[in-house]
């Protein structure tokens, strides 16, 4: 019996070991079952990944996603929505500025589209044309072999012209993201037309500049110089490293940190390291500090070289006849706030810019000036292009006089008035982040906050631009600096309809790595699409810019400032 009893209690001994390592097989199968599903998924991903024309969704508000440009590396940023946009408009933005770029590893320059093989040809070229038709230009991207590029993304400004004319037009392009691109023309007049392609950079140095526009926060900072007395009474200057406060952007520097200069009406907040000795309260001015500061590597280096970039492409040299036509092309309505920006906008026949946004004059006589502008209080805010056009109408009509304000040669602010025809004229910069010589801290004042001191009514005129000093920041900063705009400017235009306001465009004409155009691009589209149905002029100089036969360059020739500044008063005056 109790044998029996001993040989139970060993099975059931044996069995209870048996059921717990049937347990922990059965663990251990679910463990093995699920590595191998997550081993599926990441495949699938790869996969789809690397699908030739895959382009992944647009990253969603307040997302970490992982971003691999170029398959080279992995870069984690952050999407954070401005607090005065919804999520709907953020997305928008995002849509506005999204861009293509390869769909494969880059690991030699010859991968990159080359400007040498790169060409064009017009589409079904004829014998004649007439005013108003449409020319459609194909552009084929190669790479440094002669191969053709599978990938879009490469950025390219494109015009119809004529040198003996003095003739040019803008022209659209399409990336079909294969390689290939549609240039589209109107042809707007009567003559001969040749068509130019600029390769301004391959798809692979525009991801070179957006990656590293949303990766590094050091690309740049500035100086504030601080003035007082030290603990032994002498009067002293100590100078600290200053930036915006937001995320994504570094301030430079060993601790202490830092001086905070908080705008809660406009919701900035600039910061500076705190001065080896004086208090934060004695901020005077601000000034120039590093401009752009690259991490490229030695492969981007090569991808960015200046003998790659701004080249005119070899191509259809043919040149078009362009016959009179019956038709009517562009816009001939009375200027009015929201009218749309056609591409294209306009063109120029010697020298002179006819626009197709709407019935433009042109004020080539100082009296047309003054007639128009009489009984106007005109503010401009915004930087040095925008005071080009402040220069401009002092220049041109003699009755003006400038008042002496003793302020900063590049910021103002600035003062003329004509005393007889009661106008007055006035210029100041927009708030940090300015790239100036060393200047008042306490002169720059932030748009929004310009605007929501001004009263409005018939008689007041504002035009701001705000875009060349922001390239090196995060989108979602610029968009928060124009979007407190569009809510002052909203404000402003309920309490007073009447009010004339006029955004001005950003233009072309940087070449310079640290500020080159496809970053102007992209702010141009945020703070189209920000102010989207507000009911204002949107005065495009991006066109007039791209297309004159000027070398292009940040402060427009004189002739184009003069057509920028006829618009200007078309949209003052539309008579």
């Known amino acids: 019996m109790a044998s029996n009893q001993m040989d139970l209690n060993i099975h059931n001994s044996l069995m209870r070991k048996l059921l717990r390592l049937g347990g922990y097989c059965q663990i251990w199968q679910v463990i093995v079952s699920l590595g191998l599903l997550f081993v599926g998924v990441l495949w699938w991903f790869y996969i789809i990944g690397n699908t030739k024309g895959y382009e992944p969704p647009l990253p969603q508000a307040n997302d970490r996603v992982e971003r691999l440009d170029n398959k080279a590396q992995v870069q984690t940023q952050t999407f954070k929505i401005p607090e005065d946009l919804s999520a709907e408009e953020w997305d928008q933005i995002q849509r506005a500025v999204q861009w293509g770029g390869p769909d494969q590893e880059i690991t030699t320059v010859n991968m990159c589209t080359s400007p040498d093989h790169t060409t064009f040809v017009i589409n079904n070229v004829k014998d004649s044309y007439y005013v108003g038709e449409e020319l459609h230009v194909t552009i084929v991207a190669k790479d440094f072999t002669g191969k053709p590029k599978r990938y879009g993304g490469d950025f390219f400004k494109v015009k119809v012209f004529s040198d003996n004319l003095k003739a040019s037009v803008f022209g659209e392009v399409l990336d079909h993201q294969n390689g290939t691109y549609l240039a589209r023309f109107t042809l707007p007049w009567v003559g001969e037309a040749s068509v130019a392609v600029l390769l301004v950079h391959s798809s692979e140095a525009v991801q070179v500049l957006k990656r590293h526009r949303e990766t590094d926060p050091d690309r740049g900072f500035y100086y504030g110089y601080f003035y007082g007395m030290n603990s032994q009474g002498a009067i002293v200057e100590e100078k600290a490293a200053c930036n915006v406060k937001w995320e994504g952007v570094a301030l430079p520097g060993e601790e202490p940190c830092c001086c905070e200069y908080p705008d809660l009406n406009a919701k900035l907040t600039w910061r500076c390291r705190k001065p080896p000795t004086l208090p934060c309260n004695t901020l005077v001015h601000h000034g120039m500090g590093t401009y752009y500061i690259n991490h490229w590597t030695d492969l981007e280096k090569a991808i960015m070289n200046g003998q790659y970039v701004q080249r005119w492409i070899k191509g259809d040299s043919r040149v078009i006849k362009v016959l009179a036509s019956n038709s009517t092309i562009g816009q001939r309505e009375k200027c009015k706030p929201g009218m749309p920006t056609p591409i294209p906008a306009g063109f120029y026949m010697n020298d002179v810019w006819t626009s ?183 005065l495009d100089v991006w066109q007039m810019t791209a297309c004159h036969y000027d070398k292009e360059t940040v402060h427009p020739s004189p002739v184009i400032i003069k057509n920028e500044v006829d618009i200007l008063l078309s949209f003052i005056c539309p008579g």
Not at 360 to 389: E, P, V
Not at 431 to 457: Q, T
């Open 356 to 538: 197709f946004v709407c019935a433009t004059r042109h004020f080539d006589a100082a009296n047309d000036k003054t007639q128009c502008l009489k009984d106007k209080h005109i503010y401009m805010m915004g930087d040095s292009t925008l005071l080009q056009w402040y220069n401009f109408i002092i220049n041109s009509v003699p009755s003006f006089r400038r008042m002496e304000m003793h302020s900063h040669s590049h910021n103002g602010p600035f003062l003329a008035v004509d005393l007889g025809n009661n106008i007055d004229l006035n210029y100041r910069t927009h708030g940090v982040p300015r790239r100036n010589p060393r200047a008042k801290f306490a002169d720059m004042h932030y748009i929004s906050n310009e605007i929501d001191g001004i009263a409005g009514g018939p008689h007041i005129v504002i035009v701001f631009n705000i875009w060349a000093h922001f390239k090196l920041f995060p989108h979602s900063y610029f968009a928060h600096r124009v979007s407190q705009i569009r809510r002052a400017v909203v404000d402003l235009l309920r309490r007073e309809p009447s009010t004339k306001v006029i955004i001005k465009t950003a233009n072309t004409g940087f070449p310079d790595f640290g500020s080159v155009d496809w970053l102007s691009l992209q702010l141009d589209r945020i703070l189209r699409e920000v102010f989207r149905d507000v009911g204002v002029y949107i």
